[in-house]
């Protein structure tokens, strides 16, 4: 599976980003997705899952009530919807791809290449 984000930029506190990693490949509907971010200088973090088929979700606390994650199967893309954005949600956002639920970064076997957020103050 090759993963593609897009959809980051600049936005002020309070406004709104939708992310969207487009998936190449048949089997898409066969992996749960996950949205993960990286600060400058620390540990890539859990932002928000969604299973395969049921898309039952699942968010850091950070975010919860704020951002939604979502997928279309007939599309093979995957959605990261967020609202009320902090500066504290700046950082490199990546897509990942894992055949089980979870919020774990060494189960995700795919990655895509990341899309900047910067959320001014």
């Known amino acids: 599976v090759q993963l593609q984000a897009s959809g980051g930029g600049l936005a002020q506190a309070g406004g709104s980003l939708r992310l969207s990693c487009a998936a190449s490949g048949r089997t898409f509907s066969s992996y749960s997705m996950g949205w993960f971010r990286q600060a400058p200088g620390k540990e890539r973090d859990f932002v928000a899952a969604i299973s395969r088929t049921l898309g039952s979700t699942y968010y850091a606390d950070s975010v919860k009530g704020r951002f939604t994650i979502s997928r279309d199967n007939a599309k093979n893309t995957v959605y990261l919807q967020m609202n009320s954005l902090k500066p504290e949600d700046t950082g490199v956002y990546y897509c990942?791809?894992?055949?089980?639920?979870?919020?774990?970064?060494?189960?995700?076997?795919?990655w895509g290449q990341g899309t900047q957020v910067t959320v001014s103050s």
């Open positions: 990942a791809a894992t055949p089980v639920f979870s919020t774990v970064v060494r189960r995700y076997d795919y």
